[in-house]
């Protein structure tokens, strides 16, 4: 997730952009950049430096570009780590065009050895920079034509704004699956990702649909379809302030982000799997001979990664044949780990800063182990400790509490294990195909349980009072009791204990009375006639259930006090649609509690010390 910002008109178009790339900040802040026409009418002038906004304004106050016509970028990197030259924008060979993307170009490798070969000089490790080299092969005298043409060779998702000095007075936009909206202004206007970077400017926005196309003058703005369609969109009036829009209307960036999981999971998932159903996961750069080497994974992590990690372990056991241990990294570090040349060692962080997870993975180097860093943040430690890193591409996460980063780490250890299953041959290709349809399938199952939203709410804040809470679950819905648990303690402060259903009647069940209620996962599965057993046990001593049960399943209601209905799955798959009430739970308790649920007292959104 990154921020784009564009501006033309009669100023000088650099304040704007600096201004608004501030607004964007949180859309990712590793490197930033812009690109004026300026005086010289020949050639685009850039300026990109690595790290926060503040470096670019440094360079920015010594340079002093001008340029009526400009665009700007701040980077939340997906390929290429953050460096100058991986910033935006990008330019052509001939310096007269430059361009600002976010998203994930699917096909760039293609493309680029295309372009390489017809000549075209790369400067970056970028998906973004064949974008700028496509137009400049195919630019035909009108910069819009030349977008509404190279948009048709492109996979993925992609919002972009171009300038060019060959066509000046115009910024051209583009978009799909990426987020795009239009400022307009009095003999100006304005591009944005999103609508905070415009507030200050306007609040009269046109809205950029997918595979639209808008051609931005200093007096006009026309919109057309990729295949050249005039489209009138009506502008509307921004009622939101400032802070309300980064959250783009959202009460909280938790919320928010547990309703961008749909998309998240789908980033995470775009460009893994080919149209034959073989797993693409280049950037591990592990060989076919050293997998079949391995004889044992080794899973670390902390906190919600680690509750990730139990899910992954279930899934390589059972697709992949692989024996897994798995342990949280603060304890890992001090055992005398059995770990060898033959041990797959899997770090699981979000941030890719977690001190006690970086520690693991030196300390599993040392022992010979091969460590696979799964992570959300390019360029981070993390990914300068381990031999090989599977990027989640969730965007920035800024509440503390872990929601949209869980599921992506969750897909990407799917495909992990899928591929290992793959280079193992331990699943026919037909079971391999019908697991990745039905990953495939996970983001829309997930937006059908955001929709459950206010049934959730209204159960939550029943419970607003209570002092202790019990999670359970079995299989994989035990990693979900956990996760569950994590979430309302750390952001209610309600003490909260998630385990293994199996495991109340050793200890745990004698906390049970009328004021401790019990949340259980308790979806179709292998285990759910165990789990029905599990909740009769806690409501005979009085407990109030509240469960999540799978869509139809009216067997539930004679156990349950409380029901979050989920969609249907795989069972191995079903923590991305389980998780979800519970994330929402948590949040609605917490709100009602009047905690800030984004700032959780004494926690920290990455923990770098010991
Ligand atoms: C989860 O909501 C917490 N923020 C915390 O447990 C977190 O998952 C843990 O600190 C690990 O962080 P990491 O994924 O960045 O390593």
Redesign the pocket.
């Known amino acids: 997730m990154c921020g784009i910002v564009g501006y033309i008109g009669e100023k000088n178009s650099v304040n704007f952009l600096i201004d608004g790339l501030k607004r964007l900040e949180y859309r990712g802040y590793d490197s930033a950049g812009l690109a004026v026409l300026g005086d010289n009418e020949n050639n685009v002038e850039v300026i990109k430096k690595n790290g926060r906004l503040d470096e670019l304004e440094r360079a920015i106050q010594k340079e002093s570009p001008q340029g009526k016509t400009g665009i700007g970028h701040t980077r939340w990197a997906t390929h290429g780590k953050p460096s100058e030259a991986n910033a935006h924008p990008h330019i052509d060979c001939k310096r007269k065009i430059a361009l600002v993307h976010n998203g994930i170009i699917e096909n760039f490798f293609t493309l680029r050895e295309y372009l390489e070969k017809k000549g075209h000089i790369f400067t970056s490790q970028t998906d973004t920079e064949v974008l700028v080299h496509l137009i400049e092969e195919n630019f035909n005298g009108s910069l819009v034509e030349t977008v509404r043409k190279v948009t048709t060779l492109l996979g993925g998702s992609f919002a972009i704004a171009v300038i060019c000095s060959l066509d000046p007075d115009l910024i051209v936009a583009a978009r799909k699956d990426s987020p795009l909206v239009i400022g307009l202004g009095e003999g100006e206007n304005f591009i944005a990702s999103d609508i905070p970077a415009l507030l200050q400017h306007t609040k009269n926005i046109l809205i950029l649909e997918d595979n639209e196309i808008a051609e931005v003058s200093r007096n006009g703005i026309r919109i057309t379809t990729f295949d050249n369609k005039p489209i009138d969109r009506k502008v509307f009036e921004v009622k939101w302030d400032v802070e309300a829009a980064e959250k783009s209307g959202y009460e909280d960036f938790m919320l928010k982000e547990i309703y961008e999981q749909p998309t998240a999971i789908h980033n995470t998932i775009l460009g893994r799997f080919k149209e034959n159903n073989e797993i693409v996961l280049d950037e591990l750069a592990l060989s076919e001979k050293e997998i079949n080497n391995f004889d044992k994974v080794f899973i670390v ?8 990690g139990l899910v992954a372990r279930q899934t390589i056991e059972r697709w992949a044949r692989l024996s897994v241990e798995i342990d949280i ?1 603060s304890e890992f570090r001090y055992r005398d780990t059995v770990i060898d040349n033959k041990t797959l060692v899997i770090a ?7 001190s ?2 970086i520690a693991a993975v030196r300390e599993a180097k040392r022992r010979g182990g091969r460590v696979i860093a799964v ?3 390019v360029g981070s430690s ?1 990914t300068r400790e381990a031999d090989g890193v599977i990027y989640t591409h969730a965007g920035p996460e800024i ?5 949209k ?2 599921v992506s ?1 969750i897909v990407a250890l799917y495909i992990l294990a899928l591929w290992l299953t793959q280079t193992r041959e331990q699943a026919d290709s037909s079971i391999i195909r019908k697991i990745i349809e039905e990953i495939k399938s996970l983001p829309d199952k997930v937006k059908e349980v955001l929709l459950i939203a206010p049934h959730i709410k209204e159960c939550a804040e029943k419970f607003v009072n209570c002092a202790d809470f019990l999670f359970l679950g079995r299989g994989v819905g035990y990693p979900v009791a956990l ?1 569950g648990a ?2 309302l303690k ?2 209610s402060y309600i003490h909260a204990e998630g385990y293994a259903a199996g495991e109340m009647k050793h200890g745990p069940i004698a906390l049970l009375d009328k004021d401790v209620p019990v949340v259980v996962v308790a979806n179709y599965s292998s285990v759910y006639d165990k789990i029905l057993s599990n909740i009769l046990e806690a409501k005979a001593r009085d407990a109030v259930i509240v469960a999540v049960a799978t869509d139809g399943d009216e067997n539930i209601k004679q156990f349950a006090d409380y029901v979050f209905y989920v969609p249907e799955t795989h069972e191995l798959l079903s923590p991305i649609v389980t998780i979800v009430p519970l994330q929402l739970f948590a949040y609605y308790i917490a709100k009602k509690r009047g905690c800030d649920v984004d700032q959780p007292r004494n ?5 770098t010390v010991e």
């Open positions: 992590a902390c906190g919600t990664s680690y509750h990730a990294a699981i962080t979000q941030s890719g800063e977690t006690d997870t992570t959300n943040v993390i509440g503390v509490a872990a929601t980063t869980l780490q996760e994590l979430k750390e952001i926690l920290a959104k990455s923990v």
